[in-house]
């Protein structure tokens, strides 16, 4: 900052210009690496290679290496953080993912599978420093979870479009979820085949306009036998958190589209960051954690 202060004015808009530049381009990479499929040149998988053993394989008949998540029963989370211990090395949980999701999902459902999203490109051999984060206001073990009760709503494709609004005392977490945060839309719809019902809820967060990068956080559950009048006491197959990134003209159009129509656009990058499976349908609100999530 001393450097820039000497400058002349002209000179000081220029350097701010390219810093902001610079700020672009490095969200952009930074993004588009958290989306990268697992692969042997990655320095996790350099530095301990026994782990490719453990990355989840996607299907029961083709059992193709899904290459984005790992088998979180192998490996040791330290102190409910972000840092995983796997052997002799250190490394760390994606960013993205909120660390207690796993924590408490491996603790209340220990014999259902789970895979988490492990960051390919940090490995220690002296342990991680834990990053200083504000506690989450909530917190997995204070939802009752075992008390909630769905009604039929959960059953119709809905959204929720957040405006930009003035202040006042009555909607000011509306305010602050659209002007801070970036929020622009919930989008949930629901499908059924036979007994079949899939479910998935995206959010839409445009903090990044600027840059033309849309970020949706999204959840995905479904049930292979699904029981409509029951769903208190329904079990789903698996449920998963992601991250869609839009870029450029498909943000735009992606903002444009909704769930509760149908088939939307696909991302630009996707990244599976959890997957847990055969668990209570009535665990869901656990898993809206994921949405209190930020991205810098």
């Not at 492990?118 to 490995?123: L, M």
Request: aromatic content about 12%.
């Amino acid at each position: 900052m001393v450097f820039v202060k000497k400058k002349s004015k002209e000179d000081r808009v220029t350097y701010f210009c390219l810093e902001f530049e610079l700020e672009s381009i490095i969200r952009r990479k930074r993004l588009k690496n958290l989306c990268k499929k697992y692969n042997h040149d990655q320095i996790l998988f350099e530095e301990e290679p026994r782990l490719t053993d453990y990355i989840r394989v996607k299907g029961s008949k083709k059992h193709k290496p899904e290459n984005e998540l790992i088998d979180y029963k192998v490996l040791l989370q330290l102190h409910k953080s972000e840092i995983i211990k796997f052997k002799d090395i250190f490394t760390k949980l994606s960013l993205s993912l909120n660390p207690r999701i796993p924590d408490w999902s491996n603790e209340n459902f220990p014999s259902s599978a789970i895979f988490v999203r492990i960051n390919p490109d940090i490995v220690s051999y002296e342990g991680l420093p834990q990053l200083l984060t504000e506690e989450i206001q909530i917190k997995p073990e204070e939802i009752d979870w075992n008390a909630y009760q769905f009604s039929n709503r959960l059953l119709q494709s809905q959204e929720y479009i957040l405006s930009d609004i003035p202040l006042s005392q009555s909607i000011k977490m509306e305010y602050w979820d659209f002007n801070i945060k970036g929020i622009k839309t919930i989008q949930f719809s629901t499908s059924k085949k036979g007994n079949y019902r899939s479910f998935m809820i995206e959010e839409l967060n445009d903090k990044y306009n600027s840059d033309n990068i849309l970020i949706g956080k999204c959840i995905h559950l479904d049930s292979k036998y699904f029981i409509d009048t029951n769903l208190n006491e329904q079990e789903i197959s698996h449920l998963d958190l992601a991250i869609n990134i839009y870029e450029d003209s498909n943000r735009k159009k992606r903002l444009s589209e909704s769930l509760i129509n149908g088939k939307i656009s696909d991302a630009d990058y996707r990244i599976h960051l959890f997957r847990i499976e055969d668990i209570p349908l009535k665990t869901l609100p656990i898993f809206c954690l994921f949405f209190l999530i930020q991205f810098h």
